[in-house]
């Protein structure tokens, strides 16, 4: 059962960054034919740029995903350096802290972003120049968005409460703390 949940986590990230790639390419493309067009060809698609700017926050969405599995968020390390510089048991519990905070702040933001999802469901809205784009995909996306990076937040949490009791049980630490 393990293997199984693993490899479903893993395509989850997979499809994630290959996603966030594909977006950022199509971003940058789609910036530069409006570039070329506008000072080159002296020819403005005005609703290119629309187009550019709804894939960009796709991808920012997705990013906030691959980010929180990468644990490349920034982070203030100094303070956890300084203060738990040999002290495992020490670092590892700051690490279960500042990812269960994350968690606990997500809860807060999560119903939120629910509600709007919802209300986007049940009203759509269309873009200005893309008259096909519904514009509420983004609200329904970002609520994705932050589901996933709930479920790496709690991937994280796990490993790092395994981390902490195995700290915890390390016979040759106990005395330095």
Known sequence: MKKFFQSIYSAMQSAEMNFSIIAISITTL?????????YILHFEIMWLNDLALYIFVFFMFTAFAVTAYKEGHISIDIFRNRVFRNKPVGGA????????????????????????????????????????????WLQIFLFIALVLVLVHLLVILVRDIKEFIKALNAPSQRGRE
């Open 30 to 38: 789609l910036i530069c034919a409006t570039v070329v067009n506008r």
């Open 93 to 136: 519990f700051y690490r279960v802290f500042l990812v269960g905070l994350s968690i606990l702040i997500l809860g807060i933001f999560l119903p939120v972003a629910y509600q709007f999802m919802v209300r986007a469901v049940k009203y759509p809205e269309y873009g200005t120049l893309l008259r096909w784009f519904n514009t509420s």
